[in-house]
């Protein structure tokens, strides 16, 4: 295949799916992994693509969001490694804030049934992996439902985190970097990420590598707002090494 057909069928996958990694494309089409970097470079240069890291996304799609079913089986192994570290993250005791998203709900899921926790939630994925815990007091954070991340966001939902103060939150990003911050699509969802940041004495950051240096329309906070980030040994060291100096403890697993 010339470098021309395959840029055309790169931007095609890109254009459906939402995303390409190098990776995958180069497993795809049998060429080396900078092969497809200099595809992607052109196909940026072309206007066609923004390069993010580890790949691509099309050009204009900064408010591309995937449904919860996509996210769910996206970096599926990543995800569940980020969630059981973040047990550890959990208190003995005491009030924890549990954000939207599919990593989060993994650390929903593997909660222990005797944890005594209160725990708050505005994510109905979430709070449904946990209502059959009897020893948690668990609360849900009403509002509008996005249908995309079966979230609640708007006026309810950020009065009741301004009326608390939890222990621990666990957030979800769509896209993080040491420039931009924390991002995701939709301005709902990051104001009501913004009020679960505000409403935590602790911040702890859940995100597969593959997030970094992504950008989306909406930014809620930055990475000093965040005590810890897990992440997935795909974060490159010297990304690794900048976040720490900004002041985010980084564990890769």
Excluded at 74 to 96: M, Q
């Amino acid at each position: 295949m010339y470098a021309p057909e395959r840029q055309q069928e790169i931007l095609r996958i890109a254009r459906e799916s939402g995303r390409v990694d190098v990776l995958s494309l180069a497993d795809t089409f049998q060429v080396t992994a900078e092969t497809v970097r200099r595809d992607l470079k052109a196909l940026d240069r072309a206007g066609l693509v923004r390069r993010v890291h580890g790949g691509a996304i099309p050009a204009g799609r900064l408010d591309f969001e995937p449904d919860l079913a996509e996210r769910e089986s996206t970096a599926a192994e990543e995800k569940d490694r980020i969630a059981r570290a973040a047990l550890a993250e959990l208190p003995a005791e005491g009030s924890v804030i549990l954000d939207a998203g599919s990593t989060i709900a993994r650390l929903a899921a593997g909660l222990p049934l005797e944890s005594g926790l209160t725990l708050v939630t505005h994510a109905l994925p979430v709070a449904a992996r946990l209502a059959d815990h009897p020893a948690i007091d668990l609360h849900l954070v009403g509002g509008r439902v996005r249908h995309r991340t079966r979230a609640a966001v708007d006026a309810w939902a950020l009065r009741a985190y301004g009326e608390i103060r939890a222990d621990v939150a666990f957030l979800g990003t769509n896209g993080f970097c040491a420039d931009h911050g924390l991002t995701t699509p939709d301005l709902a969802e990051a104001a009501v990420k913004r009020a679960v940041i505000g409403a935590a004495r602790r911040v702890v950051l859940l995100a597969d590598s593959a997030k970094h240096g992504q950008e989306h329309f909406a930014r809620f906070g930055d990475l000093a707002d965040i005590d810890l980030l897990i992440t997935d040994r795909g974060l490159a060291p010297d990304s690794v090494a900048a976040i720490e100096a900004a002041g985010t403890d980084v564990i890769t697993v």
